[in-house]
């Protein structure tokens, strides 16, 4: 019998009368919240058995203690964080929420009177007491006697959770014991139980805490525990002043259109290249691109010291958004907490696909051109239109865009040229070349308007700007003069160009028409904006740039698009 699954009360004589109890001793009791003089405990499926009352009666006691001392850690912990003003921290949000969630689940155990199977398996007795130990870690430039409390804290944890496991078994034991009795065998006397270790002192004090808070009495979701007014959508393109950063104690970024107010630091400079940052939107630290765009919880990430994302300069491509665009890139690297991802990217793959084998560089490709199949490289695609086999190349992915298209143009040399006219180059992630072996479609995400032809599958004739979405374990398409013959080609002229930005671009500007054109256009080709930011604060059309853009937006003009696959480039770290 597993005591996990729900099992069917099982009472031979009908309902059992109440077994009164004697009164609860001080030790027993809430200092705030007494228990009453006498209370009535039935055990529907052990009827008239005063010995498992008596036993149920001495558990309860048991794991009282465990409880007791166990949320006492917790509160031992949580002080540690709070004496080194380490409140923002998310490991401390998630060790209060847990405490909380825990002794509501406390009280539902001590205040049910009702003992069955399916109440057991269910309640606090099989909560995950070992998840909270991971979320225990001292605080960033916290003294070192901290550090060995804390320590001396995750021990006591261990050790609790290791008691409440020992008294999970007799749980099932006693369980198993039931089971046997209501098959007529004769069952031996329950398990003993060890003796409480009780601290009434520190029981008063857990107690007074979290009884006497109203604000306990009955405890929000996760998603209510948030500020709706301090979360934005994670696509969200607001962006506060960014000359608010130093004012907050926050790196300036460089930002296109605006530059970098001041001398543009090395790390800074080494992304924007030898053309000055023409194909980035913006290049900075992400604590202060995070808390540009709003996302608290995400700088918070930054500064806890038990997550794997830390603070550095990243470049972001132009014509993308950019959380949306940071959000893959972390994701992809299996930096991003999974909360996070489920927070904000409940529509997305999950963490877990980004790093799984079939989302790598395959072990055929090398730093060495060649023609791959296929077919041999992705097991799981299907032919659709795309050619038998590519040229595939890997390269080691550098800060400086310069050296890393310096590498791509030494080793492909004559066999591709990417400086040709004729090439369309699409930057993507490893999920989405994958995908795309399997259905070379657009994959639509409501939460991602960020296309300015709208949806479709995009290539680019600039090879950097492409790297740039890439960048840094991602990879290029390499297109080569696509047969264009037959399709309805659109080359939008300004005017045109501007309402259909406008619209995909979400800029508030009135009297937005759809072009004529645009509706049964197979293949949209025109130039990429710029300044979109200054566009949208400024309510007016966004800039073209010097780049052109080769839009799919029908299934024949992605086919043409797939046919024309001369090449695939590979980056690692």
Not at 41 to 66: C, H, M, T, Y
Not at 302 to 309: S, T, V
Not at 484 to 499: A, E, F, M, T
Request: with cysteine; net charge negative.
């Amino acid at each position: 019998m597993d005591p996990r699954e729900p099992q069917e009360s099982v009472d031979k004589t009908g309902e059992s009368d109440p077994v009164v109890l004697r009164s609860a001793t001080p030790s027993e009791s809430s200092p705030s919240k007494p228990l009453p003089e006498t209370e009535a405990l039935v055990l529907p499926e052990w009827p008239g058995n005063q010995d498992a009352v008596s036993w149920f009666l001495q558990f309860r006691k048991v794991l009282k203690s465990i409880i007791y001392r166990y949320c006492g850690a917790i509160q031992k912990a949580l002080h540690i964080f709070e004496e080194n003003d380490a409140t923002n921290y998310v490991h401390y949000e998630s060790l209060t929420r847990f405490l909380r969630e825990l002794w509501i689940r406390w009280k539902e155990f001590i205040e049910t009177k009702s003992i069955t199977t399916t109440f057991l398996s269910s309640s606090v007795i099989y909560d995950d007491f070992e998840k909270p130990i991971s979320w225990m870690s001292t605080p960033r430039n916290a003294p070192r006697r901290f550090a060995t409390e804390m320590a001396e804290l995750r021990n006591t944890m261990r050790q609790v959770a290791g008691e409440l496991f020992k008294n999970r078994t007799i749980i099932r034991d006693a369980m198993v014991r039931l089971e046997e009795s209501n098959n007529g065998h004769d069952v031996s006397p329950f398990c003993g139980l060890p003796t409480p270790d009780e601290s009434d002192d520190a029981a008063e004090k857990l107690e007074q805490v979290l009884l006497n808070d109203p604000a306990n009495d009955s405890l929000s979701s996760e998603e209510e525990d948030i500020d709706s007014d301090e979360v934005l959508p994670i696509y969200s393109r607001e962006m506060k002043d960014p000359k608010l950063l130093e004012e907050n104690w926050l790196d300036p970024i460089w930002i296109q259109d605006l530059g970098y107010p001041g001398t543009v630091p090395h790390e800074i400079e080494e992304y924007l290249g030898s053309n000055g940052g023409r194909t980035l939107s913006m290049c900075g630290s992400i604590r202060s691109i995070f808390w540009l765009f709003g996302h608290k919880d995400l700088v918070k990430v930054i500064d806890d010291p038990a997550c794997l994302l830390e603070d550095e300069i990243v470049p972001v491509p132009r014509n993308i958004n950019p959380m949306g665009y940071l959000m893959d890139y972390y994701s992809g690297q299996g930096k991003m907490p999974f909360f996070i991802q489920e927070l904000y990217d409940r529509g997305r793959l999950l963490q877990s696909l980004h790093v799984a084998p079939v989302f790598r560089v395959p072990n055929a490709v090398t730093s060495e051109p060649a023609q791959c199949s296929i077919a041999s490289l992705y097991p799981f695609s299907r032919p659709q239109t795309l050619p038998e086999t590519v040229l595939c190349l890997k390269i080691k992915c550098q800060k400086n865009n310069d050296r890393t298209l310096a590498q791509v143009k030494k080793k492909l040399d004559e066999t591709c040229n990417i400086d040709g006219d004729k090439l369309w180059f699409r930057g993507l992630t490893m999920v989405g070349l994958t995908l795309s072996t399997s259905f070379f479609i657009p994959v639509i995400n409501s939460s991602t308007p960020d296309n300015e032809f709208g949806p479709g599958i995009y290539a680019t004739n600039n090879f950097e700007m492409a790297f740039g979405y890439a960048r840094p374990t991602g990879a290029v398409m390499v297109f080569k003069d696509p047969d264009l013959r037959g399709l309805n080609v659109w080359k939008p002229d300004l005017s045109d160009w501007q309402h259909l930005t406008a619209h995909w671009l979400q800029i508030p500007i009135h009297g937005i028409n759809a072009p004529d054109k645009y509706k049964d256009a197979d293949i949209i080709i025109g130039p990429v904006s710029r300044n979109q930011s200054e566009a949208r604060s400024k309510q007016r059309f966004a800039k073209q740039g010097e780049e052109l853009q080769f839009v799919c937006t029908s299934y024949g003009g992605c086919e043409r698009l797939a046919a024309s696959l001369a090449a695939i480039i590979y980056f690692t770290l």
